[in-house]
């Protein structure tokens, strides 16, 4: 599933097509993804202008004219691709060019904008889903209202992190994982993360909620979070970016998917090791990481 860093680089990619633009005309061409699409959709977005394109977690979040919001999770597999009517040729930075195409089977939500400019929504295993709702009901609504603060926001410290974890046994690494303690993070990058802190993603959330480790694991998610955003994210499967470019962090891995090689920190002697925790694979050293 895209994480933090692969959503930011799909927002930054749309943010040039959509913000301030209208859409003249979205079409939906079928009633669900992995929930039902919510009622009247393509009437209810068709004419609105998009004020401003956000980011919570791991959700892209359309403020529209009108004081409505449009949220959107990729799920698994979903990506956008934008196609700028009557370009030819190299365009400027920020900008993005495809032949347009025929409509694909999986291209599920199209937008068409009032420049002629086409997103096409595409999600083959329909595992990322669309909702609507007013900007009043941000803070209730079920997706957002439980999730903890961004890691690259001003509200997550060592002080708030420590705050979460005090008195969890659940190990460090599940922790992380769960939204209700830090906003979009995922397996990745909690693995590379941990290895930059020297932490054990054995070691239980408690033990890491004093000021010695909490404050070597804050720099440290945001740290790898930066950097990763920077590459453009990371490519496993399924995710692209918006200009279908794929990202490239995953060639800075200094742990993910890296089983039986040696560890990459100097002066360490120790290999990289993986374990399941919780049904996902976790990859570590053993021997810097306590």
């Given amino acids: 599933m895209p994480e933090l860093p692969e959503v930011e680089t799909v927002r930054r ?3 040039p097509v959509m913000e301030g633009r209208r859409i003249a005309l979205l079409t939906q061409r079928r009633p669900d993804l992995r929930y039902p699409l919510p009622e009247r959709f393509a009437e209810r977005l068709g004419g609105r202008r998009i004020e401003r394109l956000s980011r919570r977690a791991k959700y892209l979040l359309a403020h529209l004219e009108g004081d409505e919001v449009l949220l959107m999770h990729l799920g698994m ?4 691709t934008i196609h700028l009517a009557g370009a ?3 365009v400027r930075p920020g900008a993005f060019h495809h032949a347009m195409p025929p409509l694909e089977t999986h291209d599920h939500v ?9 997103i096409i929504y595409a999600d083959h295993r329909r595992f990322g889903f669309m909702d609507l709702f007013s900007e009043a009901e941000m803070a209730t609504n079920k997706h957002l209202t439980a999730l903890g603060p961004e890691p690259l926001g001003n509200e997550f410290s060592a002080v708030s992190l420590m705050a979460a974890l005090k008195g969890r046994k659940t190990p ?10 830090v906003a979009g993070l995922g397996n990745i990058y909690v693995c590379e993360a941990l290895f930059r802190a020297g932490i054990s993603p054995k070691r239980s959330a408690a033990s ?6 909490s404050e070597r694991l804050v720099p440290a998610i945001r740290a ?5 955003i920077a590459a453009g994210g990371s490519t ?3 995710y692209a970016r918006t200009d279908g470019e794929l990202g490239y962090f995953q060639h800075a891995f200094a742990v993910y998917d890296r089983e039986d090689q040696a560890c990459s920190k100097p002066g360490c002697s120790g290999s990289v090791k993986r374990i399941t925790q919780a049904g996902r694979s976790t990859f570590y050293c053993p021997t810097c990481q306590r």
């Fill in 236 to 238: 496993l499967r399924d």
């Fill in 208 to 213: 890491v909620a004093g000021p010695a480790r």
């Fill in 172 to 181: 460090i690494k599940s922790a992380l994982l769960d939204q209700r303690n």
């Fill in 77 to 80: 597999s979903g990506r956008f």
């Fill in 88 to 90: 030819n040729g190299p």
């Fill in 13 to 15: 990619g749309l943010a």
């Fill in 224 to 228: 790898v979070l930066t950097e990763a």
């Fill in 110 to 118: 199209i937008f068409d904008m009032e420049d002629g400019t086409r």
